[in-house]
């Protein structure tokens, strides 16, 4: 019976080690093809740092305002019976926009004509007895007076019958009406806006310390949140004579054509006023540029090693500048020349080989004008 046993035993003991070495041979031949295997390198897409000049500026912010803009209303209260315009159209100067009832002031202004004509009448009858010297020169007075007043009195209903015809004081863009017809309207109160959109300004503020390089003539670049990459051109036109005594900056006004009345007064815009000077930049790409907490770095394109076909790629530390259009400077990590990844940084790690293809990429420029923007 023992003997039985222990023959079992060693069955199980010889088959165990059998199976371990053959697991153990399957392993090491595992590790043998991981050491030998290499992943296929990563397709991505490349830009060289290139030395470029670039135009000095000074940035701010600043807001669109009108270069003529009101709120229409009345002078004198009265009834709206004619509306003469539509909400958001353009007018001329002068242009009938609200009537009000004029018909007690039409009356009135007839009744003060035939003043005016008694007036003459008497006025002339006088200046011919005169001649006879069968009036007094008192009654020539009095009757010259009676005259003026009584064409003060028909030039009063006038200009009031003038001011119930509300027009345009100059061309420009309408808003919202906020009127209706038969309302009876006080003094003051509002009809529509009017904004002369072209040309309009922009104003913003520097600090003193850019004061020495402004004058007036400067381009200024202004962009809008609401027409992304679309830059509006312009000019400064006018700078204030005295700072502001808290922030100690000056303000500063430049003027846009503004053919396609894109800005609109109100409008947040960011500006760059272009200084004549050029200043010597390292560029790349901006997507070549991964952000992180820790610092700003980007993926070079080292040559391959011996016997390899394909590049790989080392992650250098960087520190940026100014930005302008799709490119961005670089002030320190890299030098002229160096080939940098511009599509694909987000799956690569510091080592990896790569295959470049530059197909794939859409172009960069400085002045970029996306189809869709």
Do not use: C
């Not at 009036?135 to 007076?145: F, K, N, Q, R, W």
């Amino acid at each position: 019976m023992n003997r039985k046993i222990l023959a079992g035993f060693l069955v199980v003991v010889l088959v165990g080690g059998g199976l371990a070495a053959v697991k153990v041979l399957q392993i090491k031949t595992l590790i043998g093809a991981a050491a030998l295997f290499a992943p296929p390198p990563e397709t991505i897409a490349a830009a060289v740092a290139t030395e470029q000049q670039w135009p000095e500026t000074i940035p701010a912010v600043g807001s669109v305002s009108a270069a003529q803009g009101v709120t229409v209303a009345p002078e004198v209260a009265g009834t709206i019976v004619k509306i003469a315009f539509e909400s958001g159209a353009t007018v001329q100067p002068g242009e009938l926009l609200v009537q009000l009832d004029t018909s007690s002031e039409e009356a009135q202004l007839r009744a003060a004509v035939a003043q005016v004509e008694l007036a003459q009448l008497n006025a002339e009858r006088n200046r011919k007895l005169q001649e006879n010297r069968t009036v007094s020169p008192a009654e020539i007075d009095a009757t010259e007076a009676t005259l003026k007043q009584a064409q003060a009195n028909a030039d009063a209903i006038r200009a009031v019958i003038a001011k119930k015809n509300i027009r345009a004081p100059f061309g420009g863009r309408l808003g919202i009406r906020l009127v209706n017809l038969g309302e009876q309207l006080a003094v003051g109160q509002s009809i529509v806006s009017l904004q002369s959109l072209a040309p309009i300004y922009v104003d913003f503020s520097l600090s003193q310390q850019e004061l020495s390089r402004l004058q007036t003539g400067l381009p200024v670049q202004a962009v809008a949140d609401s027409y992304t990459n679309q830059i509006f051109s312009g000019e400064i036109v006018a700078i204030n004579p005295e700072l502001d005594t808290v922030t100690r900056s000056v303000r500063v006004r430049a003027q846009f054509a503004n053919e396609h009345e894109s800005l609109r007064p109100g409008m947040f815009v960011r500006v760059a006023i272009v200084l004549p000077q050029q200043q010597p930049v390292l560029a790349i790409p901006s997507t070549a540029v991964l952000n992180a907490p820790y610092g700003d770095s980007v993926f070079v394109l080292q040559p391959a090693a011996a016997g390899a076909t394909n590049q790989v790629v080392q992650q250098k530390f960087i520190r940026t500048g100014r930005t302008r259009g799709d490119f961005v400077n670089v002030e320190t990590g890299l030098k002229a020349g160096d080939r940098v990844v511009k599509a694909g940084i987000f799956k690569l790690r510091n080592g990896m080989s790569v295959k470049e293809n530059n197909e794939l990429s859409p172009p960069t420029s400085e002045t970029p004008t996306p189809p869709n923007s």
